[in-house]
């Protein structure tokens, strides 16, 4: 990555730790790489500088502009912290569903958060609709640029370096890479880092079981922030999945309890989704491999959720 002045330079380069007291005898290593570590305590900083650096370079957009995306909170505080030290504005369609912390968060930064109202604080596929539509009509006014989290082929880019980071930590030796999927971006950029370096992985999308939309087309109601809400993620290549697994959403919460408090890790639902199948995936590969998974952001953006309390 480039390097860049003010908070932008500490972006990238977090802790790659091997988890300890959690993961059985006989299992295999569970790395997990810390995304917390960002200065908006979430890997989606990493996309954020590569879209609008890259809208910049190209004219798509210029200072004092707005940059618009519908957001659960922490995609649209990795903007809103860029867009700042860019020199451009940001607003931002969010909702009730999701932690209140990361809206006070896109305000400190200088966004206008527009908040759509859900139902009984449950993400589903149509409030995200709602929440798309609202922000591709303000990105139509001008001076405004849609940032395309779910389009944009930057997005997917600005997670290659995480993958780079992964390998030359490990060598590039290691078996197995799960993460759960959002958009798809996040899993296969990074896979597209750790080829780029020789490692060649089995790769393996997580999901909440409460919405099993890559498993079994269904979509239904839950509560991990940020992942399983559009049944087709427009960067997911399903070709390259060795497998789609589901997690039970109760079991991911409680693991970013114990991961708090046994490991000394905090991290949201997506982090606790990803280390219970990273674990579970240790178990039955056994000792002498290793499994590579995300600690997608930081608990902090959680604590007034239900997670914690």
Not at 17 to 22: A, E, F, H, N, S
Not at 36 to 44: D, F, L, R
Request: aromatic share 8%.
């Amino acid at each position: 990555m480039e390097i860049f002045g003010g908070g932008l330079a500490a972006i990238g380069n977090t802790p790659l730790v091997r988890l300890g007291k959690i993961v059985p005898d006989g299992a295999a290593e569970v790395w997990v790489k810390l995304e917390g570590g960002n200065p908006t305590g979430s890997y989606k900083d990493r996309m954020a500088i590569s879209v609008l650096t890259r809208a910049l370079e190209r004219g798509d957009v210029s200072a004092g502009d707005t940059v618009v995306e519908f957001t659960g909170g922490s995609t649209g505080t990795a903007l809103a912290f860029v867009s700042a030290v860019l020199g451009l504005k940001f607003t931002a369609v969010f909702s009730d569903a999701f932690s209140h912390s990361k809206q006070l968060a896109m305000e400190a930064f200088g966004a206008e958060v527009l908040v759509e109202k859900s139902v009984d604080g449950i993400i589903t596929h149509e409030l995200a609709e709602r929440m798309k539509q609202r922000a591709l009509s303000l990105a139509e006014q001008p001076s405004h640029f849609y940032a395309n989290q779910f389009g944009s082929p930057d997005v997917r880019q600005g997670y290659a370096p995480m993958g780079q980071e992964i390998a030359r930590s490990l060598d590039s030796d290691f078996d197995v890479f799960c993460a759960a999927v959002g958009t798809g971006a996040s899993i296969m950029g990074t896979l597209d880092g750790m080829r780029s370096l020789g490692a060649e992985p089995k790769v393996i999308a997580i999901e909440p079981a409460q919405s099993p939309l890559l498993t079994t087309g269904k979509s239904g109601g839950h509560k991990v922030e940020g992942i399983a809400v559009f049944p087709d993620p427009p960067f997911l290549d399903r070709s390259v999945l060795s497998e789609v697994r589901t997690v039970d959403q109760d079991k991911a919460f409680e693991m970013c309890r114990r991961l708090a408090r046994e490991e000394g890790i905090f991290g949201g639902g997506s982090t606790g989704l990803n280390v219970c199948a990273a674990i579970e995936l240790a178990v039955e590969l056994g000792s002498g491999n290793r499994v590579v998974t995300f600690g997608c952001d930081n608990g902090v953006k959680y604590l007034d959720g239900h997670i914690y309390r």
